[in-house]
T-cell receptor, first 114, second 111 residues
């Protein structure tokens, strides 16, 4: 049982480049989330999804896009990368409302934009 | 005012000490409270989960919720160097679609 898998683990992008951060879960969880974590700033919600075909913005969605075509996958797209997007990105999932059992997190993608 | 406040530390204690980590919050609708532990360069992992007020104990860890004061705590007894990590509090309401996190407290337990 792999849980939540994120790829790649590390990436260096040049300003203006684009990339997709992959997230896959094998727990049949309905809810999925993308967070970014910056030093001293805690976890900030970028986007979330309550099921396939349903996504919504979180606290810091600008510069990002998501899609959810299957229950398992929730990729995060960065368009026109900027230095401000340098961060550690975490994907998380929960079976239903996080009130019931909290999240399971992936191990993160460390992104540097230069 | 941010919804969840948590002192970032760092907090340094000797091995064997009792550690107290705390969060305050402003939203009275929060009823579900969690503590996550995050080791360096890893994803957070769920450590404790509590509903409403009261205490919950799991081994060396005790989670405490005081809804009247909007204050939650995590106590670690007989702390070990392996407890060195960042501890994040998280909480949500019945209708919440996502967790609200504190910024995390960095803990170092020295041998």
């Amino acid at each position: 049982n792999a849980g939540v898998t994120q790829t790649p683990k590390f990436r260096i992008l040049k300003i203006g480049q684009s990339m997709t951060l992959q997230c896959t879960q094998d727990m049949n969880h309905n809810y999925m989330y993308w967070y970014r974590q910056d030093p001293g700033m805690g976890l900030k919600l970028i986007y979330y999804s309550v099921g396939a075909g349903i996504t919504d913005k979180g606290e810091v969605p600008n510069g990002y896009n998501v899609s959810r075509s299957t229950t398992e996958d929730f990729p995060l797209r960065l368009e026109l990368a900027a230095p401000s997007q340098t961060s550690v990105y975490f994907c998380a999932s929960s079976y239903s409302s996080p009130a019931t059992a909290g999240y399971t997190f992936g191990s993160g993608t460390r992104l540097t934009v230069v | 005012q941010k919804e969840v406040e948590q002192d970032p530390g760092p907090l340094s204690v000797p091995e064997g000490a009792i550690v107290s980590l705390n969060c305050t919050y402003s939203n009275s609708a929060f009823q579900y409270f969690m503590w996550y532990r995050q080791y360096s360069r890893k994803g957070p992992e769920l450590l404790m989960y509590t509903y409403s007020s009261g205490n919950k104990e799991d081994g060396r860890f005790t989670a405490q919720v005081d809804k009247s004061s909007k204050y939650i705590s995590l106590f670690i007894r007989d702390s070990q160097p392996s407890d060195s990590a960042t501890y994040l509090c998280a909480m949500t309401s019945n209708s919440g679609y996502a967790l609200n996190f504190g910024k995390g407290t960095s803990l170092l337990v020295t041998p």
